[in-house]
């Protein structure tokens, strides 16, 4: 199992993961991975994000407002995300996508293209803050 | 360069990152550009994360503990019962009871974090497959296992000291990695140390450890 430290603990920035598996695999990894790989930085951070649990419940994907306005049913064809996993970014069926991510760019809101992504007209939006996504919702509805 | 590289690398096409944000700002004349391209965290760090970078920011002259042995430690999950314990390697912690504890809540992370720490090492023995035998805590407590039977050693980094008595970050940069395991002896024995008294400041082991553990480096 590979979990990062981008999203939640929000350490994008530092390159931070782990991998969880039996002791073959990981003594596997081992040997191939770069000798260190993880960066002084990086192991501090991740054991302070670790220590601040508070902060990971604030997160749109641990319940925070902002999921609730972000839901699909804002959406008419919006890929539901199941009730279990709160994804930290929809992928949303939406016609013209590339044309659309254009518009929204020019409005100052960027989102991924789902065609880099091997999803074509759709687009990778990832959750805000409730403002943000406030924003990002009337932006579309006027589309 | 085709004789350097193998034929395959030329068909992996490289990651498209997309544009940094300011640029992008720049080029659509934006005053204010807000990012949901790239799934980052809408809320920014813990203010603990970011008072944590700046506490090692004076060290980053060392290279890092390349086992991330600290973090390591802390996900580990409880030791399996005695009843798992007896079936040894066969039943590696992940197919234990362990295991289906994960993921632990977080304050359960931290409580195994500070049980961990004391002794982290035996464990990463028993992940590796191998018998364990503890060690002195505290002034080794951090102090990488190697691997018994381990054919070819991977890189095990340089030994991280994080936790001397004095709790300073005395690590030589990582050489001491390069010691020979003749000379340390030689030079714990008294005998001349062939110029290399400075890569030798690090904890010293004592002569049970040293006996204890087996010899698998060249």
């Known amino acids: 199992m590979l979990r990062t430290f981008s999203k939640i603990a929000a350490l994008a920035g530092l390159r931070v993961g782990y991998a969880i598996g039996s002791a073959e695999s990981i003594d596997r990894l081992n040997r191939v991975r770069a000798p260190y790989n993880v960066n002084r930085l990086g192991q501090v951070a991740a054991l302070a994000a670790l220590d601040d649990p508070a902060h990971w419940e604030q997160h749109p994907a641990g319940g925070h407002r902002g999921a609730r306005v972000l839901s699909p049913r804002s959406w008419r064809g919006g890929a539901a995300p199941s009730r279990r996993r709160r994804p930290t970014s929809f992928l949303v069926k939406v016609p013209g996508a590339t044309a659309v991510r254009e518009r929204l760019l020019r409005a100052g809101l960027a989102v991924r293209d789902g065609a880099a992504l091997g999803f074509s007209d759709h687009l990778r939006i990832a959750i805000g803050t409730r403002d943000t996504n406030t924003r990002l919702l009337r932006a579309l509805d006027r589309q | ?218």
């Open chain 2, 1 to 218: 360069m085709r004789q350097l590289w193998r034929p395959v690398v030329e068909r992996i096409t490289p990651y498209d990152a997309g544009k940094p944000l300011e640029t992008l700002k720049r080029e659509l004349g934006l005053d204010e550009l807000i990012r949901l391209s790239a799934n980052e965290n809408p809320l920014g760090p813990s203010p603990r994360v970011v008072d944590a970078i700046r506490r090692e920011a004076s060290a980053v002259h060392l290279y890092p503990d390349g086992g991330s042995h600290r973090a390591a430690g802390c996900a580990q999950p409880p030791p399996p019962r005695a009843a798992d314990a007896r079936s040894s390697s066969a039943t590696a912690p992940t197919s234990s009871s362990a295991w289906s504890r994960w993921p632990p809540s977080i304050p359960a992370t931290r409580s195994w974090c500070r049980r961990r720490r004391s002794s982290p090492t035996p464990r990463s023995v028993t992940l590796a497959g191998a018998r364990g035998a503890t060690e002195p805590a505290g002034r080794l407590r951090d102090r990488p296992r190697r691997r018994a039977g381990a054919g070819h050693a991977p890189h095990q980094g340089g030994d991280p000291v994080l936790a001397t008595q004095s709790g300073h970050h005395d690590h030589p940069a990582g050489a001491a990695d390069e010691v020979p395991r003749g000379a340390r002896s030689r030079s714990a024995a008294g005998r001349p140390r062939r110029g290399l008294p400075r890569l030798l400041r690090r904890p010293r082991l004592s002569q049970r450890d040293r006996a204890a553990r087996p010899a698998t480096r060249a």
